[in-house]
């Protein structure tokens, strides 16, 4: 991804509420990628929620800067997952920022499932 000069404020640098996007980009891509389509979820009625979230910061990002996101899933409980994502500048892959995304299964109504989708990361 490439920071874009309208996400940028009057600091010259990327507002900090942009990473909460690129971050949750980062993780629809890589669920895609490993076959869960977050869209396709919804419709069916099991939302993946965020619980909590936490960035941190370390070297703003600035426009037209190019960078990547790199995605780990750790299993917390049948139900709970821990998204832990590092963004690194992609010129020197410089750690920019990092996040930790606790995120719930839950059916159409918000109340936890018994089964999540999730688990196919969870340890055999």
């Given at each position: ?47 993946l ?60 109504n ?8 999730l ?6």
């Open positions: 991804m490439e920071a874009r000069d309208h996400e940028c404020d009057i600091q010259g640098v990327v507002n900090n509420a942009h990473y909460q996007h690129y971050f949750e980009h980062a993780r629809h891509r890589f669920l895609k990628k490993h076959g869960i389509d977050f869209a396709v979820l919804a419709k069916e009625g099991i939302n929620m965020v619980q909590k979230i936490e960035i941190e910061y370390f070297v703003p990002l600035q426009a037209h800067q190019p960078f990547q996101i790199d995605v780990a899933v750790k299993p917390l409980t049948p139900l709970r997952f821990e998204f832990q994502q590092q963004l690194f500048r992609q010129s020197d892959h410089r750690l920019m920022s990092q996040a930790r995304t606790l995120i719930v299964t839950t059916d159409r918000f109340r936890p499932v018994r089964v999540s989708p688990q196919i990361f969870s340890p055999t």
